[in-house]
């Protein structure tokens, strides 16, 4: 019996140019609106927004949804020549959301213009 593992089957490798393919076909702007619904959804869950009952404290984590605002912010900032005012409007829209809501959950209250992601936005106040 030998001690050399079988070799891999074409089965479970991934096929590299499918995946190009399919990522070739979607616009960008589809990829950064996917990619801002994401960072949306993620900081919503970091805020204790989550849609489940008693949900919230469970996954509530500031620190990590200071990250996901600020990064969102970032991505609508460099993306808003890029995308239309049709896409964007709701994204911004959301991000200011989830900017009063980490405000509203902070026991520590930033400055105004040092919230997660005001350095793109300027000053968010509640």
Do not use: C, W
């Not at 902070?106 to 213009?113: A, I, K, T, Y």
Request: aromatic share 4%; no cysteine; hydrophobic share 40%.
């Amino acid at each position: 019996m030998s001690d050399t593992p079988p070799e891999s089957t074409d089965v479970d490798a991934p096929d590299f140019d499918a995946m190009a393919r399919d990522i070739a076909e979607v616009p960008a702007v589809e990829v950064i609106v996917t990619v801002a619904v994401n960072l949306m959804s993620a900081a919503a869950v970091k805020l204790g927004l989550a849609p489940e009952q008693g949900a919230g404290d469970k996954y509530k984590d500031l620190d990590e949804a200071r990250k996901l605002v600020t990064a969102l912010a970032g991505l609508l900032d460099a993306s808003a020549t890029e995308i239309s005012s049709f896409h964007a409007a709701p994204l911004r829209d959301g991000l200011k959301s989830l900017q009063l809501a980490f405000r509203e959950a902070s026991l520590v209250r930033d400055e105004p213009g040092q919230g997660p992601g005001e350095k793109y936005t300027g000053p968010i106040y509640g």
